[in-house]
Structure formats: structure tokens, C-alpha cells
């Protein structure tokens, strides 16, 4: 690090010529531009305060000193590492009092704000727009609308000559391998840059470093080309719908982690992997930027084909913490093969079946766990032939969901159809047949049977009786034959009607109940397309929903067991 004297705001101007370069550069790795920005308890903004100091010195012919400059030399250009808001401001004002001598100022990144720079040359500044997308132009233009305002009646010629020598500044060159990390050092937590914002600072500036084989022209337009493809990632994974789906609030989401190996991303982390390649380093960015690129192609393409889609969303809701979501994305995005070859979709469901009856990372991708899959297919049958309700919640919930989600994957054709699964969060297991209106056995009086608060009723006013526990008629309607998946607030429309009413409630689109979410579930649908609803429907129910099961399941048991009810080899 070498550090000059104290120089003029016209030395300053001169060090691109005297380096070489075409002007002062604006990194990757900067925050746009906001001077001009109210700032709270104070009466002033940056450019108001700024601009007044100015005034003072000149009316008094004394020099103003401001805040030092750090920035980094090449034959690139001058890049600006701290001092961005300072050079812009004096861009500004210097083109607004008319200067015509040598000030080049490249945002090359943010293209539409380095338009609207080049154009002061050759246009005159219209009216600050209000409605401006762009938050470096909206700034640019309050700038200069100050300018306009503070500035209208000053002798521009000698206003500016007195900004040329007498605004002094330190200026303080630093080696290009230190500029983010002094970036942040001088910052501080006003400007506390994200992991992400680094590691594409660091990738850029290696893909354009000097070389005899690429000119600055060419080395800047890559630089241009990869810096907006990595925003477009960015835009990608800050839509609602992806960050919702793959659980993340990441700048990049998985992107970063999934190359890196690591749910923890770090700079220096990405930096030493960068550091173990010896060959060409601007090529070595290139295919870094390249397995990236193939990486957020394989994202985009799971998520957009229903099918993947349903299957790694239905995924991640079975797991419980970022670090099983992650081990999970990291098996299945772990090659270039395509996510729709018929080998990766087997896989795939293979994983989905599994993770619903609970098996964890190592049991459905292991070589040697045949037992401990076959001990927990046994325990999941078990449990959908039981008391699902309560002691059972959660399986019943993942089996229906799974059921629902199959049959999304069914239409259109076997393409599929996207599931919401905005159902997750608030899902309930629905009594098609109201538990309220079972009569239960009452062993003190067999004539007579309970209903489910305990209360006597008469046997013949139950229209569907339990029956005794072992008998071939017994029916309860807490199993997965009396129950369906709904959203909650949908649930909670139906209270204790009878199987009629609920289905009346279900198909009836008219204005009371037209905001009935759980008629984009298939399965449900199919359940309450029923004729009607009786204890054979709900013992016919209970024998499909197992032998669906089974039919399912089969082909995941060891071969050292014949069937999943079968507790010997």
C-alpha cells in the first residue's frame, strides 16, 4: 500500500491519464449511489451540506478538505474502493458548472446508470422523475436538482476553477487483492457488504484481470456480461415463490452453498477454492462462472417442470432443518445429469416415498440399510392402520400428502400440475363422516351406545355404530379411511355436518364459499366425489388407502423379507 500527499480535486482528475486508463471506475462490489437522501434529525442531506462547505470556501477563498480517497490502479482504469458518493458528487457538479476537461466516470455494471452519465455530456438534465426505478439515477437527478436550486446564480467559471485547486483530498492506492476486504474495513457496518456481494466481486475482478490475450474492451464487456447474469440469479431467488419453496433468505438461496459443498457461505471459503486452481485465472473464472451457470440452470429447470417440482417441494417439508433440506438438494443437484432423466426422476420419487414414511438422508441413499428401511415401512403401515388422528397425526398428514400430490403429478397428461403447497403450514386432517355422530360401545349396556362426548344414545339413532374392536365389521373413524387432507380454515367451515353437507359445502362454488382452497386437492376430491358415505365406503376406504400402500412400498423392501408384514426373513 503506498500513500500519496495530499493532492487537489484537478491531480485527482489527472491520475487515469497519468495511469494510462479510460477514467474512474465504480466496482462491482459498491452500493449505488444515495446522496441526496434525507437523513434523520438532520436538516440537510449529503449533497446540501456538501455543497454549502463549498459555498463557504469559495466566498471566503479558503481551501475545503474532505475525507480521503482509497482506490486501486490498473490499466483498466481507477477503481474506486472508498470515495464512490464523493467522485460521483464531483462528476456531477463538475458537469453541471460546464467542465469540459478529462472526467470519465464508468458504472459499467449498472448500465442504465452509466447511460444516464454518459449523457450529461451531450444533454441537458431535464426534470427529476419521481417515479424512477433506478435508484442511482433518481439520486443523479436530486443532485443535480440541487445544483439547480443552490447554485443558480453562481459565476459557474470561477466557481469551478476554485473546486479544481483548492477541494484537497488524500489519496490513498492499494493493491488490487485487498480492495474488498479494505471495501469492508472502512465501511464498516454502514455498509457491511453480504458473502454473496464478495464472492461476485472476487469473481469478477478475476475474470478481467489484465491479460496479453484479452483487451480492456473485451475483458470489460465479460466482466459486463457475467455481472448481469449473476443479477439475474439474484432477481431469480429473490422472488417470493422461489425463496417460499426451497425454505432459504439468501441473496443466491442454495446457489452458492451447492457449489461451495457447504451450507455456510463464506468469502474466504469461496477464495481459497479459487486459490487451489495454478492455470490461467482468467480462465479459471470463466469455468467457475460456468459450473455456477449449470448449477442454476439444474435449479430452474427442477422447479419449473411440475413433476420435480412436487417432488423436492413435498421434500422439504418432510425435513425438519436447513442442514436436511441442504444434504438432500446437495445429493440431487450433485452432477450435471439432467433432473428429468428417468434414472434421476427414480431416484427421486424413491427419496419422496422414503422421507414420507420418515427415513433420514443416510437410510434412503446408504448401500447397507435394507433392516432399517423394512423396520420403517413396518412402523408407517402400522400407523396408517391405526388411530390416525391424534397418536398418528403426523403420518396421516405426510400419506394424504403425498396422495394429493401424486395426482398433481398425474395430470396434463403425465406432465403434472404445480401442488401448492401453501397447504403445509396450515393442514388439517378433515372426519368425512363427523366423529360427533359415531356411536361408540358401551360394554355395560350393549343396547344402548355412546356417542363421542360419553353420553347414552340410542343404538338405532347411530347411523354408523363402531362396532366391537376385532369384529370384521368394526369401523373407527379416526383411520385413514374416514379422513382427508384440508386447509385448516376449511375445516373448520365443515364443524360437525353430515357427509351431504360437507359435500354440498365442497363442490358448491356459489359467493358464500367460493374462497374454498382445498378443492385444488385431487385426492380430497375423489373422496367426497363419493355417492355416499356409510361404513362399508369408510371400511372399502381403509383397505385402499393399505393396499395402496403396499403396492407402493413393495419394491423398497429388502430381499431379505418377502412382505412388510412379515417380521422373519
Not at 319 to 347: C, G, I, P, V
Not at 391 to 398: A, I, K, L
Request: with cysteine.
Amino acid at each position: 500500500m503506498s500513500v500519496n500527499n495530499t493532492i487537489t480535486l484537478e491531480k485527482y482528475l489527472s491520475l487515469p491519464a497519468e495511469n494510462g486508463s479510460d477514467g474512474f471506475f465504480i466496482p462491482d462490489f459498491q452500493r449505488g449511489y444515495v446522496w441526496g437522501k434525507a437523513r434523520e434529525k438532520k436538516s440537510k442531506n449529503s449533497v446540501e451540506y456538501l455543497t454549502d462547505s463549498l459555498l463557504d470556501g469559495f466566498n471566503s477563498g479558503r481551501d475545503v478538505f474532505l475525507q480521503g480517497i482509497t482506490y486501486t490502479a490498473s490499466v483498466s482504469g481507477i477503481s474506486i474502493i472508498d470515495g464512490q458518493q464523493r467522485t460521483t458528487f464531483f462528476y456531477l457538479l463538475l458537469k453541471f458548472l460546464g467542465y469540459e476537461g478529462a472526467f470519465k466516470l464508468h458504472y459499467v455494471i449498472r448500465k442504465e446508470s452509466d447511460d444516464f452519465l454518459k449523457k450529461l455530456d451531450t444533454e441537458q438534465w431535464k426534470e427529476e422523475d419521481k417515479d424512477c426505478q433506478f435508484q442511482d439515477i433518481f439520486f443523479f437527478q436530486r443532485t443535480l436538482s440541487i445544483f439547480h436550486k443552490v447554485l443558480a446564480d453562481i459565476d459557474k467559471e470561477k466557481f469551478r476553477n476554485y473546486l479544481l485547486n483548492h477541494v484537497k483530498f488524500l489519496c490513498v492506492q492499494i493493491v488490487p487483492d485487498k480492495a474488498e476486504t479494505i471495501f469492508t474495513m472502512m465501511n464498516g457496518s454502514k455498509a457491511e457488504m453480504k458473502q454473496e456481494e464478495l464472492i461476485k466481486a472476487e469473481l469478477l475482478r478475476r475474470a478481467s484481470l489484465p491479460s496479453d490475450e484479452i483487451k480492456d474492451v473485451e475483458s470489460r464487456d465479460i466482466r459486463g456480461r457475467m455481472a448481469r447474469e449473476w443479477d439475474s440469479w439474484l432477481h431469480w431467488w429473490n422472488r417470493e415463490d422461489v425463496k417460499k419453496f426451497f425454505y432459504t433468505t439468501n441473496q443466491l438461496g442454495w446457489l452458492l452453498p451447492l457449489y461451495l459443498g457447504s451450507e455456510k457461505v463464506s468469502f474466504e471459503s469461496f477464495r481459497r477454492k479459487l486459490d487451489k486452481y495454478t492455470g490461467n485465472k482468467i480462465k479459471e473464472a470463466k469455468e467457475v462462472f460456468r459450473s455456477l451457470r449449470m448449477k442454476q440452470r439444474q435449479i430452474q429447470d427442477a422447479f419449473y417442470n411440475a413433476v420435480t417440482y412436487n417432488y423436492i417441494g413435498a421434500i422439504l417439508r418432510m425435513k425438519q432443518s436447513a442442514e436436511e433440506r441442504f444434504t438432500f438438494l446437495r445429493w440431487y443437484f450433485n452432477t450435471e445429469e439432467s433432473t428429468h432423466s428417468d434414472a434421476k426422476m427414480k431416484k427421486l420419487r424413491r427419496y419422496l416415498d422414503l422421507a414420507v414414511i420418515g427415513c433420514n438422508h443416510s437410510e434412503i441413499t446408504g448401500d447397507k440399510t435394507g433392516e432399517q428401511v423394512n423396520h420403517k415401512i413396518r412402523e408407517f403401515r402400522d400407523a396408517l392402520d391405526g388411530i390416525i388422528y391424534k397418536t398418528y397425526y403426523e403420518d396421516g398428514s405426510r400419506w394424504l400428502l403425498r396422495c394429493n400430490i401424486l395426482e398433481d403429478c398425474n395430470q396434463n397428461k403425465g406432465k403434472g400440475r404445480k401442488f401448492n403447497f401453501d397447504i403445509w403450514s396450515c393442514r388439517s386432517i378433515e372426519h368425512i363422516y363427523p366423529k360427533s355422530k359415531f356411536g361408540h360401545y358401551n360394554p355395560d349396556r350393549p343396547d344402548v351406545c355412546l356417542n363421542h362426548e360419553g353420553k347414552e344414545i340410542d343404538k338405532d339413532a347411530c347411523e354408523i355404530f363402531r362396532g366391537m374392536p376385532g369384529d370384521e365389521d368394526y369401523v373407527n373413524e379416526h383411520r385413514i379411511g374416514n379422513l382427508v387432507l384440508l386447509y385448516g380454515d376449511d375445516n373448520s367451515q365443515f364443524g360437525a355436518k353430515d357427509f351431504q353437507q360437507k359435500k354440498d359445502d365442497f363442490f358448491n362454488v356459489g359467493e358464500s364459499n367460493r374462497h374454498f382452497e382445498s378443492r385444488h386437492l385431487i385426492h380430497t376430491i375423489s373422496v367426497f366425489a363419493s355417492s355416499k358415505w356409510t361404513k362399508d365406503e369408510i371400511i372399502e376406504r381403509q383397505r385402499k388407502e393399505l393396499s395402496d400402500f403396499d403396492a407402493a412400498y413393495s419394491e423398497y423392501i429388502s430381499t431379505s423379507e418377502s412382505n412388510i408384514e412379515n417380521e422373519e426373513a
